[in-house]
Structures are given as C-alpha cells and as structure tokens.
C-alpha cells in the first residue's frame, strides 16, 4: 500500500510537473513573440510643423526672460502651468540638462530633448503628450531653450509598463506566468488525478466509487468524470447481478440436492423392501430431471446473454408460427382445463431464429397458464403497430404486485416469498424469454390488467414489404 500511495504521488507531481513546463514554456515563447512584433509597431516620436499658438505663448515667454538674471527655473515652471494648465520645460544648451516636471511618465521626453539638438522650432508628437520646442535665448548667462508640452493623457498598461526598468518587466513577466502557469496546470491534472486514484480504487473492488468532484463540469473533463461513473455503475450492477445469479443458482440447487440426498439415503434404508425402494428411487429420477433442467436453463440464459445477436434468422410468417406454438402448449394447458384462445389472422412476416422465438413465446404462454385458475381462457392476440407487429398474452390469474413487476424477468425472481417450485418452477422461463426477444431486437413488456391479471407484451419487427 506505501507503494502504491508513492506511486501515486510521482505521478501527481510528475504530469503537474510536465505540463506546469509545457504551458509555461509556451507563454514565455508566446509573449516573446508578441513583445518583438509589437516593437516593431511601437510608436515613434516624429516631428512636425510648430503649433502656432505654442509657438506664440513661447515668443512671448522668451521675451520676458531674454537678458535677466536671478531667474528661479521651477518657480517659472510652476507659474506657467497654474496659468495655463500646460508644462514648460527648460533646457541647459551647454549641459545637455533637460528640467521636466518630477513625474517618471515625462522620462521619454527628457530622454528625446537630450538626444535630439532642436534649433529650429517644431512640435514632436510623443503619442501620449506634444512638445513645441522654441529657439536658444540667454537667460542667467546661459543659454536655455523653452518647450511646451501639453498635459499628459492617461496612460496605457503598455506605455506603463514600457517605462518599468527591464530588471522589474522581467520579474512580473516571469511572476504572472509562472502562476498562471502553474494554475492552469492543476486545473488539469486535478481531474486526471482524480480518474486515477478513483480507478485504482475500484481495480482493488471498491465498485462504490464515483466521481463527485468534477462530473458537474461542462467540458471533456466533465464527460470523462460522467463516462467513468456510468462505467462504474453499469461494473458495480453486472458483478451485483452476477453475484445474486450465483447466489439464487447456489440456493436452488441446494434444494433437489438435498431432496436427492434423503432419497438416496431411504433407498439405502429401505434396501429389502423393493416397493419402497422403488419409490424412493423414483424420487430421485424426479430430482435428477429437476437438476437438469435448472441447469439447462441457466446455460441457456447464459449464452443468451453472451450471444450478441448470434443466431441464425429465417423468414417465417408469425400467424401460423404462433398457432403452432399455441397449439404445443395447450397440451400443458389441458391439464388445467384452460382454453388458450388465439386471434391474429394477418399475415406478418418477421426474420426470427425459430427455436429461440418459439422457446420464448411458449415461456410466456405457459407461465400464463400456469398462473391462472382451472377453467380460465388464456387470451393471445397478434396485431400490428406501425411497423411493428404486437404479441399480447392475457391471463387471468392473480397478476404481480406493482412494485415488484420491473423485477418480473429477472433471473430466479418469484412474486412468492417461499423458494419453493409450487411457485413459480425455477424462475428463469421469463428471464429466458426477455433474453431470446432481446436478440430479435423486440421489446417484451408486462402490465397489469385492469380487470384482473396479468398482460405481456411482445413487440417484433415486421419486414419491409
């Protein structure tokens, strides 16, 4: 078991593992990608014609400040923004020093102004603000150049992020997907984890396990979780079923078995006395014909169940195959004084396997018989349902308890509490009977009858004319 649940957990971590890998792989690939195409589009400050009105308001402003000295740089830079809701940035000619509002959004401009010699005036679209750059004047003994630069429009997440050190891009870069990553991956191994352990629980015959966790997903992992519970459900009814048949084969055997045991065991007793004897061994011919047929019986419904539709199919006409088979068992039902009558004149012709139909239909027929008093009628009908043709026996015993009568075509099951055959022989007539119909691609169904009884249906399908 310490095994198993190390083997688990490599497994575990070993596909999160790979596929936490994969994804991220892809992503990193895929965002560098992206960052190279977007560079190649990436906006570029160009220069154009010098606005008018800037280039007015800067004249003015240079006017102002030509040949004084003692001239505070910020107190102007704040005295032109309060008065005209726009930025006034300086710059040293000799220095290379740009003087820019302290704001990390102004770091391309400055950078720009630092690079870039502007002795004529024009305005240099920086897509997210517009500077207009006047001619060098003296101011304090040095030489200044003045530009005005609109407010800064709001900023986009790219042109934030673009402005982050390299260092730091690539830290988030690697943060975010390293945890989208490595959610994505769990997002998909949980389930196959899940599949996993809860197949190994039911390869060590736990058939009770399901899927709970993830089988109300909309996606394939959902419809794998619902696959595997069906799957588990169709495993735990058949071993149930299987179970159950062995269980009902074992206690019915057991019976004749014992029955034959004391019959022997009087013979022997009874050795000098040939009547008794003779009785007793009668007795166990009785048992061992019983023995027989359960036995027949539960081969038969056996390889039913296995035959997949392997039989062999001729065309009959079911009116007269009917009347035939009604025929055979009213031998049976003489001995209870009962007229099984048969309405059905039409011709129907059907593919069926002779044998297997007729061994259904007299099931039925005599488990009719069987259950309805002495001096009753027995009422089969034959009539056709689109293209379908309908079967119907009509008894008139006692019918089944509607809560028991889904279980009516089950193996051994008897609407009697007691095992005994007075009750209905060994219970595998009917189960035989949905079997065979079930081969023919029909469809048997039993009801109750209003009146009193019980009905049973048999649909086949009719051949096309």
């Known amino acids: 078991?310490?095994?198993?649940?190390?083997?688990?957990?490599?497994?575990?971590?070993?596909?999160?593992?790979?596929?936490?890998?994969?994804?991220?792989?892809?992503?990193?690939?895929?965002?560098?990608?992206?960052?190279?195409?977007?560079?190649?589009?990436?906006?570029?400050?160009?220069?154009?014609?010098?606005?008018?009105?800037?280039?007015?308001?800067?004249?003015?402003?240079?006017?102002?400040?030509?040949?004084?000295?003692?001239?505070?740089?910020?107190?102007?830079?704040?005295?032109?923004?309060?008065?005209?809701?726009?930025?006034?940035?300086?710059k040293?000619?000799?220095?290379?020093?740009?003087?820019?509002?302290?704001?990390?959004?102004?770091?391309?401009?400055?950078?720009y102004l630092k690079r870039h010699p502007l002795n004529n005036p024009v305005t240099i679209d920086f897509d997210f603000t517009k500077v207009t750059s006047s001619q060098p004047i003296v101011v304090n003994g040095?030489?200044?150049?003045?530009?005005?630069?609109?407010?800064?429009?709001?900023?986009?997440?790219?042109t934030l992020v673009t402005q982050l050190p390299i260092a730091l891009r690539l830290f988030f870069l690697l943060t975010i997907s390293f945890l989208c990553c490595w959610l994505l991956a769990k997002s998909f191994t949980k389930p196959l984890i899940a599949i996993q352990k809860a197949s190994n629980k039911l390869g060590e015959g736990k058939l009770s396990t399901r899927i709970t966790q993830f089988d109300q997903r909309s996606d394939e992992f959902g419809d794998l979780a619902r696959s595997f519970n069906q799957m588990a459900e169709q495993l735990e009814g058949n071993i149930s079923v299987h179970q159950r048949l062995l269980g009902d084969v074992s206690h019915e055997l057991r019976?004749?078995?014992?029955?034959?045991?004391?019959?022997?065991?009087?013979?022997?007793?009874?050795?000098?006395?040939?009547?008794?004897?003779?009785?007793?061994?009668?007795?166990?011919?009785?048992?061992?014909?019983?023995?027989d047929e359960m036995i027949a019986d539960v081969l038969t419904l056996s390889r039913l169940e296995h035959s997949h539709n392997a039989f062999t199919a001729d065309e009959i006409e079911l009116s007269h195959f009917v009347r035939q088979v009604v025929n055979d068992c009213q031998y049976f039902a003489n001995s209870k004084n009962i007229i099984i009558s048969f309405e059905g004149k039409a011709n129907y012709s059907i593919l069926a396997d002779v044998k297997l139909l007729a061994s259904a239909i007299s099931n039925v027929i005599n488990n009719a018989i069987k259950y309805s008093p002495n001096d009753e009628i027995v009422v089969i009908e034959l009539t056709q349902q689109a293209k379908q043709v309908e079967l119907t026996i009509s008894d008139k015993g006692p019918g089944v308890p509607d809560e028991v009568i889904s279980q009516l075509f089950s193996p051994f099951f008897r609407v009697a509490d007691g095992r005994e055959r007075s009750s209905g022989g060994t219970g595998l007539g009917l189960a035989i009977a949905q079997q065979a119909i079930h081969l023919h691609q029909g469809e048997i169904i039993a009801k109750n009858q209003a009146s009193a009884g019980l009905k049973v249906t048999i649909m086949l399908s009719l051949l096309p004319i």
């Open 255 to 291: 019976s004749p078995l014992t029955r034959l045991q004391l019959a022997v065991a009087l013979a022997e007793k009874h050795m000098g006395n040939s009547t008794e004897q003779q009785k007793h061994l009668t007795r166990c011919e009785t048992e061992v014909d019983r023995l």
């Open 92 to 111: 040293k000619v000799a220095t290379n020093k740009v003087y820019t509002p302290h704001n990390r959004g102004w770091s391309k401009v400055k950078n």
């Open 1 to 90: 078991m310490l095994n198993q649940n190390t083997w688990q957990k490599k497994f575990s971590l070993g596909i999160s593992l790979k596929l936490f890998l994969a994804f991220w792989l892809v992503i990193l690939t895929s965002v560098l990608i992206s960052y190279l195409v977007t560079m190649q589009f990436r906006h570029s400050p160009s220069q154009e014609q010098a606005d008018p009105q800037q280039l007015k308001l800067l004249t003015v402003y240079q006017q102002r400040l030509i040949g004084k000295t003692h001239i505070k740089l910020k107190a102007i830079q704040h005295q032109f923004h309060r008065k005209h809701q726009q930025y006034l940035l300086i």
């Open 142 to 158: 040095e030489q200044l150049q003045l530009f005005i630069a609109n407010e800064l429009q709001r900023k986009r997440l790219v």
